[in-house]
């Protein structure tokens, strides 16, 4: 994962977010469980995807704004490991190291939905269904190993939502957590083993999760009739 990738995909969910959002979902909150697999990316993976898949599961609340956009908070554990054995990068005096890691993530995202999401308002082309895009901040935290982890994330990622009942959302999601640390496996070989001067952007490790999520809808949105001028401006 390089730093040019990270912010062209900033940028595109940034210009993604200028499309205007005009209407309301039926309910204000959405609460529920998640869970899937975590695994790492960083010195001791360069970029195979879903290598070391780990278990992860969390809690999730979301504020609906309106049809396209949410505000997601969640808290997470998951775990990581890794294993240098096979790498094709030759470490410094041929050396050796493996990891496994519990994490904790507390963080919160801003989601942008694709298609107006609800399984109601039909004369506003609402849809049961919607994928979306999601950047945010989190906390994470990775405590043992004789050195406790502790460092912002940036999550960017897309996902899909799923209306399957009325007030009850399936969803999928895949996001990539960028660290702003290089010590997140907790060994010593693998805290900058080539000793390079790193920038805020460059030679940190990830973090990603693959997640399933149930949530329910609750706080009904208060509207004097059912129109489209009623919700409007939510």
């Known amino acids: 994962m390089t730093s040019t990738f990270f912010q062209r995909i900033c940028l595109i969910i940034l210009l ?7 209407y309301a979902q039926e309910y204000k909150y959405e609460i529920g469980g998640m869970a899937g697999g975590a695994y790492y990316m960083g010195d001791a993976n360069k970029n195979a995807f879903f290598k070391g898949l780990n278990p992860a599961l969390g809690a999730v609340f979301r504020y609906n704004a309106n049809f ?7 808290l997470l554990w998951g775990r990581v490991s890794g294993n240098t054995e096979g790498l094709d990068n030759v470490f410094p005096d041929h050396a ?13 995202q801003m989601e942008f939905n694709f298609f107006p999401y609800s399984d109601k308002f039909a004369y506003a082309n ?23 982890f ?6 960017l990622g897309v996902g899909l939502k799923y209306k399957i009942a009325n ?7 895949f996001s990539f957590r960028k660290l702003f640390g290089d ?12 000793n390079i001067k790193s920038s ?8 990603s999760l693959l997640m399933f999520s149930v949530t329910w809808d609750f706080g009904p949105r208060n509207r004097p009739c059912n129109n489209k001028n009623s919700i409007s401006g939510y």
């Open 200 to 207: 805020f952007l460059k030679n940190k490790d990830w973090y």
């Open 183 to 194: 010590n997140f496996e907790g060994n010593a070989i693998l805290d900058n083993p080539y």
């Open 150 to 155: 502790a460092g912002l994330n940036v999550p």
């Open 68 to 74: 396209r956009w949410a505000v997601k908070a969640d």
């Open 16 to 22: 993604i977010g200028q499309v205007p959002a005009l």
């Open 96 to 108: 050796q190291a493996s990891f496994t890691r519990n994490f904790i993530e507390l963080g919160g």
């Open 126 to 148: 609402a849809k049961r269904f919607s994928p979306y895009v999601l950047l945010g901040l989190g906390l994470t935290v990775a405590p043992g190993n004789g050195k406790t």
């Open 167 to 173: 007030r009850v959302n399936l969803g999928c999601e």
